[in-house]
């Protein structure tokens, strides 16, 4: 396991304890900071950087929500995900920390079993975009010919190596893997497995998510499901189309934020990718057919 770097920032010396205490045994380094303005000031620092910031909303003198803001209005940290944590949970509230930049929501108080759900959450997202930085620059050269392809692939092991191929066909091949990931993922488990949102929650804050994917691409009736992704360079884009075997979804639930959902350690993947890595998004039939765009 990679170690990561964790910045966490509460005013609350208890709350503090409480985080180190549930943390304690993932082997992350924690760096743990009562105000929002040391923790600008050890962002600004420079090394080393962290992977992951967990934030307090609401702290005397600057906020959470204005330390959100100043990293994601900076290039240097924008990438780091952001777990925001805090007593308020109003609709509004909740909406105003995700549309600043917040990825996950904890609601206090918490068990510790949500909190480590999604911090490997947030850390997995962290390990995609370094694999793709590594690699992409590998293929970019290569990748220019490509006109139209046509890829096909069955678990979830395989979605990381295509992902890379696909992202470096991008000019920002970070941006656009996350949400590339989002979409074929969910096109194994969702579609062709057929895990709903409630069985996703459940197994990631038991951590059996993995052992319960393995088991079903053993059955018969899922494994022999294929996910069809399509490439095509088009004059002023590129179009990603992903298509499953599965029943389909009601997508129109998940291409917005929902603040009641905000709290989940899952749900909100498909908007983050409709706002931050594709210039459009479209789902057709009963969903299981996704076409992604990324302008060239």
């Known amino acids: 396991m990679t170690q990561r770097r964790i910045l966490v920032v509460d005013d609350e010396i208890i709350n503090l304890q409480i985080i180190r205490e549930y943390l304690e045994d993932t082997g992350h380094q924690l760096e743990l900071l009562t105000s929002a303005e040391q923790g600008w000031e050890r962002l600004t620092a420079g090394v080393p950087a962290f992977d992951l910031a967990i934030l307090d909303r609401m702290m005397p003198g600057m906020s ?3 330390l959100l803001r100043l990293m994601k209005g900076d290039t240097r940290f924008a990438a780091i995900p952001v777990i925001m944590q805090t007593a308020a949970t109003a609709p509004d509230q909740v909406r105003e920390g995700i ?3 917040a990825y996950y929501y904890l609601a206090k108080p918490y068990e510790p079993e949500t909190l480590l759900a999604i911090v ?3 850390l997995t997202d962290v390990a995609v975009r370094e694999s793709t930085r590594h690699e992409a620059l590998a293929h970019v050269k290569a990748m220019e010919l490509l006109d139209h392809a046509e890829f096909r692939f069955r678990r979830l092991d395989e979605v990381g190596p295509l992902i890379r ?3 470096s066909l991008c000019a920002q091949p970070e941006t656009v893997a996350s949400g590339l990931s989002e979409l074929l993922v969910n096109a194994v488990e969702h579609g062709n497995l057929g895990l709903s949102y409630e069985d996703k929650k459940r197994l990631r804050i038991e ?9 079903r691409q053993q059955l018969p009736e899922y494994g022999g499901r294929s996910v ?3 490439v095509a360079r088009l004059p002023d884009r590129l179009e990603f189309t992903v298509c499953d075997e599965g029943q389909g979804f009601d997508w129109r639930r998940y291409l917005d934020f929902d603040p009641e959902r905000a709290t989940d350690p899952n749900g909100r993947g498909i908007a983050m990718a409709r706002m931050l890595s594709f210039h459009s998004l479209h789902y057709s039939g009963c969903g299981n057919t996704v076409t992604a765009t990324v302008r060239a």
């Open 64 to 66: 959470g929500i204005e």
């Open 99 to 101: 549309e600043a930049g």
């Open 120 to 122: 490997r959450a947030a």
């Open 165 to 167: 191929v696909l992202a």
């Open 207 to 215: 951590n059996t998510w993995e052992e319960e994917v393995e088991r």
């Open 228 to 230: 069809l992704v399509r």
